[in-house]
């Protein structure tokens, strides 16, 4: 059984993450995504919320689960019997902070990172910048499924009432 994990904060998971879970699920007997749970203060989602709109995106794939994980990615990785980690890449850019932390869970444990080419149409997300210009009322309908910008504009209104 060929196991691949594709990790992230998916805060939120945006159509770019989906694109790479589902060449992913091509590639891999099965792949586990796993959601970061570590503790950070900037998230707009809670570990729980993430999770859910994680495994409703990917509810269509038949080799695909969705956990949450705290801790090292390497020991997630030791205790669920996965061999790869997919990663996206979309430019230069990423590549070397993407290679340093290949090269660091290579040394950790016995885990190769697989890097896959973001789609051209999707080369310019991230779940920061999809936040940024919802909150400044920018139309990011197009770059998240239609339930996740449901959540997003309820959770942006609710800051800003919060805020003031
Ligand atoms: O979506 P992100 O924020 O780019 O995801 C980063 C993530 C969660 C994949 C990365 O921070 C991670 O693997 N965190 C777990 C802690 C860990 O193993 N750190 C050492 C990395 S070499």
């Given amino acids: 059984m060929r196991r691949a994990v594709c990790p992230g904060s998916f805060d939120p998971v945006t159509n770019g993450h989906i694109d790479i879970v589902q060449r992913a699920s091509a590639l891999f ?3 586990v995504v796993a959601v970061g749970v570590n503790k950070s203060k900037n998230r707009l989602f809670s ?3 993430r999770i859910e709109m994680l495994r409703e995106a990917c509810a269509g794939f038949d ?3 969705v956990d949450g994980f705290s801790g090292l990615l390497t020991d997630f990785c030791t205790e669920n019997g996965i061999q790869a980690i997919v990663k996206g890449l979309r430019a230069v850019s990423d590549f070397d902070y993407e290679l340093q932390m290949a090269q660091m869970n290579a040394s950790l444990t016995d885990v190769e990172t697989v890097f896959v080419p973001t789609s051209p149409e999707y080369s ?3 779940s920061s910048l999809v936040k940024e210009v919802a909150m400044f009322g920018g139309d990011v309908s197009a770059l998240v499924p239609a339930f996740v910008h449901r959540a997003l504009t309820e959770r942006l209104a609710e800051r800003a009432t919060a805020e003031g």
């Fill in 29 to 31: 007997d099965e792949v």
């Fill in 47 to 49: 570990a729980e919320e």
């Fill in 63 to 65: 080799n695909v689960r």
């Fill in 124 to 126: 310019f997300l991230a």
